[in-house]
Structure formats: C-alpha cells, structure tokens
C-alpha cells in the first residue's frame, strides 16, 4: 500500500529478505520510500509479542552500479551494513 502503481516488491531468497524496485526513483526518493517503509514495519508491530524492525540497502543507477548484478551486490553490501550497525535502519551503497 505504500508502493506506487509501477513499483515492484517481492521475496528476495529466503523468506525474510525483500527487494523493492522503483523506477524514475532517484537517491533522495529511495531514502524517503525505505524510511517510511522501516518506520511502518516498526509502528504496525509494536505491540506484537515479538515486534519488528527492518534493515534497508539502497542502490541507485547509475551512482552504484550499470548492471542488475553491481546494483544487486551494492545494495546487499548495504543492507549488510545496516544490520551491523544495529539493524532498524537505512544505509546507502557506498
């Protein structure tokens, strides 16, 4: 529900990772979609008996990669990242 028409999200390998593709979506708009979707998770299972929080890894074309694959390992390099800083948070391919 927080996804445009003509984005895209699906399970991504194991059943606890996702990718959300959002085309014509620059760098500052991916940070705005990935914050508001961390901040959903966490807000609808607060009161869960065990509550939830989510890392994000972003990748932009063409800052971080040409290729499906550069924009891929960017982006789970970044998410590795987010969950080594304490998960729950957002972090951009370097």
Not at 52 to 62: F, L, M, Q, R
Request: net charge neutral; no cysteine; aromatic share 6%.
């Amino acid at each position: 529900q927080q996804l445009r028409p003509g984005d895209f999200m699906a399970r991504w390998r194991v059943g606890d990772e996702f990718i959300v593709l959002l085309p014509e979506t620059d760098l500052a708009g991916a940070l705005v979609v990935g914050r508001r979707l961390g901040s959903l998770v966490q807000a609808v299972s607060r009161n869960w008996l065990l509550p939830v929080t989510i890392s994000i890894g972003i990748a932009v074309y063409p800052e971080h990669g040409s290729t499906v694959a550069e924009l891929m390992d960017q982006a789970e390099s970044a998410n590795f990242q987010a969950k080594l800083l304490g998960k729950n948070r957002v972090v951009i391919a370097s």
